[in-house]
């Protein structure tokens, strides 16, 4: 499709897979999938969520949002849904958002979603970003529970004055589609790869140590680091800056690609479930994506 190569593809950004949804498939659809065994591992029934917060820039309709979609399908009778808008920061951001609304007693039980059709978004003409997307969700629940440990701390930030270096141009308000304007692939994603590669390593690095100052702790206390999985270099980066053994540093982006939203769910529910997090480990999750925007949230698992 694109003048590329396995060797450039795998050497520069550590994908050899990426899962693309079929036609049918929405992006409800796979939040849906991700939702029943978030609350089959928690052993709770769609009556008890009462906030449901969706992160994705992919959703099913412009109007409502995804998050009302996936409230009839999973029949959550009892929840205010919404979505977010914050690119490959979504579920971080849910989960900050989230977390001090249940700790303070507003909401007792919160599903946060993370998921992106990205293939819907693509330029599959465009080596720059063609090669690095793919379709995927994830999901948790988040709830007030007696004990130690919990949601430590929470960092968000953007800077708009970037959002030009991963953005899409035409579709909105401002350069709405018409029968008359030529796409050129603007309305799909639009990155300036290496400038967002070095804001990505120094912000993502920020933010980590934001949330382990805030907790108290330092980078040697991190049981697990669940990067958002952009390019494998920048997480490379990030695990020396912070002076983490890379053995405890998540990976899936070889299987996954950059799943934006989806991407910090997906790798802490493997993560979890191959009995690679202990009760009581501090785990840190960490993700950067357009707006620019970035984020970090440290949990004690
Ligand atoms: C996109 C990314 C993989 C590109 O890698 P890079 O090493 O920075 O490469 P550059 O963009 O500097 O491009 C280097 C060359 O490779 C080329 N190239 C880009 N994509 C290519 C591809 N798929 N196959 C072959 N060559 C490619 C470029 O055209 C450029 O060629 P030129 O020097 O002749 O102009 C990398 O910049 C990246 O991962 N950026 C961050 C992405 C991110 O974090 N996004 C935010 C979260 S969504």
Redesign the pocket.
Known sequence: M????DE??VT??GIRERHIASNGCHSSDMAVAASKQALEMAGCSGDEIDLLIVGTVTPDYRLPSTACVIQEKMHLPNAVGFDIVA??TGFINGLSIAAPLIEVGRYSKALVIGVEKLSSFTNYAD???????GDAAGAAVVSREEGEGGVLSTFMKSDGNMREL?WAEVGGTVNPYSPDFSFDGRDKIL????D??KV?VKEMGRAAQNVLDEAGLKPSDIAMIIP?Q??I??IDALAKRLKVDPEKVYINIDKYG?T?AASVPLALDQANRAGKIKPGDNVLMV????GLIWGAALVRW
């Not at 990155?191 to 290496?194: Q, Y």
């Not at 993700?287 to 357009?290: K, P, Q, S």
Request: a positive charge.
């Open positions: 694109v003048d590329t190569s450039w593809i520069r950004t690119a490959c080596r720059n970003t063609c090669v690095l997307f991963l990155m300036n790869g290496s967002v590669f990505a958002h952009a390019n270099r920048i950059n934006s993700a950067f994506g357009g």
